[in-house]
């Protein structure tokens, strides 16, 4: 059973940070691309970041750019999102999700919570 766990999650105050994870068993992690969807609670889920099997090319939403990055350790099989300078709009559940490629994501996790308030 392939399985991906997100970790990392919590409350945060506006302006804090946070590094989420996503631990992949189950599969060889670095065949996929990897990426990170939220969904905020009665909203549809939005894409926030993926990034390629080798970890060499990254996208991100226009609502993150500059403040998340996302990156992966193959040996460890593990997906990062670096969260900088939240905002209470960054209050959602965050999911990992592998694909075969951009905009493929066949297989998500169970998701971690981060919520931003003071």
């Known amino acids: 059973q392939v399985r991906l766990v997100e970790s990392g999650g919590g409350l945060v105050q506006p302006g804090g940070f946070l590094r989420l994870s996503c631990a992949a068993s189950g599969s060889t992690f670095s065949s996929y691309y990897m990426s990170w969807v939220r969904q905020a609670p009665g909203k549809g889920p939005e894409w926030v970041s993926a990034i390629n099997t080798g970890g060499g090319s990254t996208r991100y939403a226009d609502s993150v750019k500059g403040r998340f990055t996302i990156s992966r350790d193959n040996a460890k099989n593990t997906l990062y999102l670096q969260i900088n300078s939240l905002k209470p709009e960054d209050t959602a559940l965050y999911y990992c999700?592998?694909?075969?490629?951009?905009?493929?994501?066949?297989?998500w996790g169970q998701g971690t919570q981060v919520t931003v308030s003071s």
């Open positions: 999700a592998r694909g075969r490629g951009y905009n493929d994501y066949e297989r």
